[in-house]
């Protein structure tokens, strides 16, 4: 299948209200691997904190492939910070 990704609104992905699920699927030419997120039933589970501050509930990386131009290493710390290496 296609990776994809989901922004969501709740607590957790799980107790999510689906009535706000934005999903986007990637191009295939683009996969998703975990590198150190801890995993919520097998996904890739990040939640942000309500306010000013936006903390996450999990931190560490995923890798993003493309088929032709290589890998990106994608990572989230304890701050709410993305950044891509």
Do not use: C, W
Not at 31 to 57: M, Q
């Amino acid at each position: 299948g296609v990776d994809s990704f989901i922004f969501y609104q709740g607590d957790s992905y799980t107790a999510r209200n689906q009535d706000y699920d934005q999903t986007t699927e990637l191009k295939s030419v683009l996969a998703i691997s975990n590198s150190s997120f801890t995993l919520s039933n097998n996904n890739i589970d990040i939640n942000f904190t309500k306010g000013g501050l936006g903390l996450p509930n999990n931190t560490g990386s995923l890798i993003l492939s493309h088929s032709i131009t290589g890998q990106k290493n994608i990572s989230v710390n304890s701050f709410g910070m993305v950044e891509k290496n």
